[in-house]
Protein backbone atom coordinates (compact mmCIF):
# COMPACT_ATOMS: atom_id res chain seq x y z
CA UNK A 1 0.00 0.00 0.00
CA UNK A 2 1.21 3.70 -0.64
CA UNK A 3 -0.02 6.67 -1.15
CA UNK A 4 -0.82 7.55 -4.59
CA UNK A 5 0.05 11.22 -5.48
CA UNK A 6 0.52 14.38 -4.24
CA UNK A 7 3.96 15.55 -2.02
CA UNK A 8 4.13 12.26 -0.52
CA UNK A 9 3.15 10.10 -3.82
CA UNK A 10 5.21 6.88 -3.41
CA UNK A 11 5.71 6.23 0.14
CA UNK A 12 4.76 3.40 1.55
CA UNK A 13 2.15 2.68 3.83
CA UNK A 14 1.89 -0.19 6.88
CA UNK A 15 -1.24 -1.56 7.29
CA UNK A 16 -3.06 -3.25 10.39
CA UNK A 17 -2.27 -6.87 10.99
CA UNK A 18 -5.06 -9.14 10.54
CA UNK A 19 -8.52 -8.54 9.28
CA UNK A 20 -10.63 -6.19 11.27
CA UNK A 21 -10.16 -3.34 9.02
CA UNK A 22 -10.78 -3.19 5.41
CA UNK A 23 -7.62 -1.26 4.05
CA UNK A 24 -8.79 0.82 1.13
CA UNK A 25 -6.92 -0.37 -2.21
CA UNK A 26 -4.67 2.19 -4.13
CA UNK A 27 -7.12 1.50 -7.79
CA UNK A 28 -9.92 2.68 -4.81
CA UNK A 29 -8.58 5.63 -3.44
CA UNK A 30 -6.53 6.60 -6.28
CA UNK A 31 -10.31 7.21 -8.82
CA UNK A 32 -11.90 8.43 -4.98
CA UNK A 33 -8.90 11.22 -4.80
CA UNK A 34 -8.95 11.98 -8.86
CA UNK A 35 -12.84 12.72 -8.40
CA UNK A 36 -12.59 15.18 -5.48
CA UNK A 37 -9.83 16.44 -6.42
CA UNK A 38 -11.62 17.73 -9.96
CA UNK A 39 -14.15 19.23 -7.93
CA UNK A 40 -12.09 21.15 -6.02
CA UNK A 41 -12.78 20.14 -2.39
CA UNK A 42 -9.52 18.59 -1.30
CA UNK A 43 -7.40 21.64 -1.48
CA UNK A 44 -7.25 23.31 2.35
CA UNK A 45 -9.48 21.19 3.77
CA UNK A 46 -9.89 19.94 7.25
CA UNK A 47 -11.03 16.09 6.75
CA UNK A 48 -11.94 13.32 9.06
CA UNK A 49 -10.60 9.99 8.69
CA UNK A 50 -13.59 7.50 10.14
CA UNK A 51 -12.68 4.07 10.87
CA UNK A 52 -9.04 4.87 10.23
CA UNK A 53 -6.98 2.06 10.05
CA UNK A 54 -3.94 2.28 8.37
CA UNK A 55 -5.19 5.85 7.50
CA UNK A 56 -4.70 6.12 4.35
CA UNK A 57 -7.89 7.79 3.19
CA UNK A 58 -6.47 10.33 5.84
CA UNK A 59 -3.06 10.55 4.30
CA UNK A 60 -4.26 10.85 0.49
CA UNK A 61 -6.05 13.86 1.33
CA UNK A 62 -2.82 15.31 3.66
CA UNK A 63 -0.43 14.26 0.06
CA UNK A 64 -3.05 16.41 -2.08
CA UNK A 65 -3.10 19.47 0.18
CA UNK A 66 -5.66 19.00 2.70
CA UNK A 67 -4.81 21.05 5.38
CA UNK A 68 -5.75 18.77 8.03
CA UNK A 69 -6.81 15.39 9.20
CA UNK A 70 -8.64 13.55 12.24
CA UNK A 71 -7.96 10.32 12.46
CA UNK A 72 -10.75 8.28 14.52
CA UNK A 73 -10.23 4.38 15.15
CA UNK A 74 -10.07 2.04 18.20
CA UNK A 75 -8.47 -1.11 16.41
CA UNK A 76 -5.10 -1.16 18.97
CA UNK A 77 -3.45 -2.61 15.60
CA UNK A 78 -4.96 0.03 13.39
CA UNK A 79 -4.09 2.66 15.83
CA UNK A 80 -0.17 1.20 16.11
CA UNK A 81 -0.18 1.23 11.94
CA UNK A 82 -1.43 4.89 11.80
CA UNK A 83 0.72 5.90 14.02
CA UNK A 84 3.87 4.82 12.18
CA UNK A 85 2.52 6.14 8.88
CA UNK A 86 1.95 9.23 10.43
CA UNK A 87 5.24 9.36 12.13
CA UNK A 88 6.94 8.06 9.78
CA UNK A 89 5.69 10.62 6.86
CA UNK A 90 6.27 13.41 9.13
CA UNK A 91 2.08 14.74 9.29
CA UNK A 92 2.23 15.11 13.21
CA UNK A 93 2.12 19.00 12.64
CA UNK A 94 -1.08 18.54 10.55
CA UNK A 95 -2.87 15.24 12.10
CA UNK A 96 -4.52 14.51 15.84
CA UNK A 97 -5.63 10.78 16.34
CA UNK A 98 -8.45 9.72 18.57
CA UNK A 99 -8.31 6.49 19.94
CA UNK A 100 -12.09 5.96 20.41
CA UNK A 101 -15.16 4.26 19.08
CA UNK A 102 -16.46 6.96 15.90
CA UNK A 103 -20.15 6.86 17.10
CA UNK A 104 -19.05 7.90 20.67
CA UNK A 105 -16.71 10.65 18.92
CA UNK A 106 -18.76 11.96 16.22
CA UNK A 107 -21.16 13.87 17.51
CA UNK A 108 -18.04 16.02 19.03
CA UNK A 109 -16.83 16.59 15.58
CA UNK A 110 -16.39 20.21 14.66
CA UNK A 111 -15.14 22.49 11.18
CA UNK A 112 -14.37 19.42 9.35
CA UNK A 113 -15.46 19.86 5.64
CA UNK A 114 -15.19 16.46 4.36
CA UNK A 115 -15.32 13.06 6.48
CA UNK A 116 -14.05 9.72 4.81
CA UNK A 117 -15.71 6.37 6.48
CA UNK A 118 -14.89 3.47 5.82
CA UNK A 119 -16.01 1.03 8.72
CA UNK A 120 -15.31 -2.43 9.22
CA UNK A 121 -17.10 -5.21 6.98
CA UNK A 122 -20.01 -6.16 7.86
CA UNK A 123 -20.89 -2.28 9.13
CA UNK A 124 -25.30 -2.03 9.49
CA UNK A 125 -25.44 1.44 11.16
CA UNK A 126 -25.08 3.88 8.42
CA UNK A 127 -28.83 5.09 9.58
CA UNK A 128 -27.80 5.60 12.61
CA UNK A 129 -24.33 7.42 11.65
CA UNK A 130 -24.83 9.55 9.04
CA UNK A 131 -27.36 11.74 11.13
CA UNK A 132 -24.99 12.45 13.39
CA UNK A 133 -22.04 13.72 11.10
CA UNK A 134 -22.10 17.15 10.23
CA UNK A 135 -19.90 18.13 7.97
CA UNK A 136 -20.83 19.30 4.24
CA UNK A 137 -19.40 16.04 2.26
CA UNK A 138 -18.88 12.80 3.31
CA UNK A 139 -16.95 9.83 1.39
CA UNK A 140 -18.56 6.42 2.12
CA UNK A 141 -16.70 3.15 1.59
CA UNK A 142 -18.96 0.12 1.95
CA UNK A 143 -20.39 -3.68 0.55
CA UNK A 144 -23.14 -1.32 -1.10
CA UNK A 145 -24.42 1.69 -1.89
CA UNK A 146 -25.10 3.92 0.91
CA UNK A 147 -28.38 5.57 0.55
CA UNK A 148 -28.82 9.19 1.76
CA UNK A 149 -30.87 10.08 4.80
CA UNK A 150 -32.86 12.81 4.98
CA UNK A 151 -30.66 15.92 4.93
CA UNK A 152 -28.60 14.86 2.81
CA UNK A 153 -28.39 13.22 -1.25
CA UNK A 154 -26.23 11.28 -3.05
CA UNK A 155 -23.77 13.14 -5.42
CA UNK A 156 -22.32 9.89 -6.51
CA UNK A 157 -21.80 6.53 -6.28
CA UNK A 158 -20.10 3.66 -8.14
CA UNK A 159 -18.44 0.25 -7.75
CA UNK A 160 -14.91 -0.74 -7.72
CA UNK A 161 -14.73 -4.28 -7.91
CA UNK A 162 -16.35 -5.56 -4.06
CA UNK A 163 -16.11 -1.98 -2.97
CA UNK A 164 -19.05 1.14 -3.44
CA UNK A 165 -18.44 4.34 -3.00
CA UNK A 166 -20.98 6.50 -2.34
CA UNK A 167 -20.11 10.62 -2.07
CA UNK A 168 -22.93 12.37 -0.30
CA UNK A 169 -23.72 16.11 0.50
CA UNK A 170 -25.23 17.65 3.18
CA UNK A 171 -28.64 19.60 1.23
CA UNK A 172 -28.69 23.50 2.40
Request: net charge negative; with cysteine.
Amino acid sequence: MRVISGELGGRKLVAPAGDTTRPTTDKVRQAVFNSLGSMGVIEGAVVADLYAGSGALGIEALSRGAERCIFVERDRAALHALRENISALGLGERASVHATDVMAWVPAMRNVDIAFIDPPYAFDAWANLLPLVDVGMVVAEADDPVEAPEGWEVARSKRYGRTWVTVLERLA
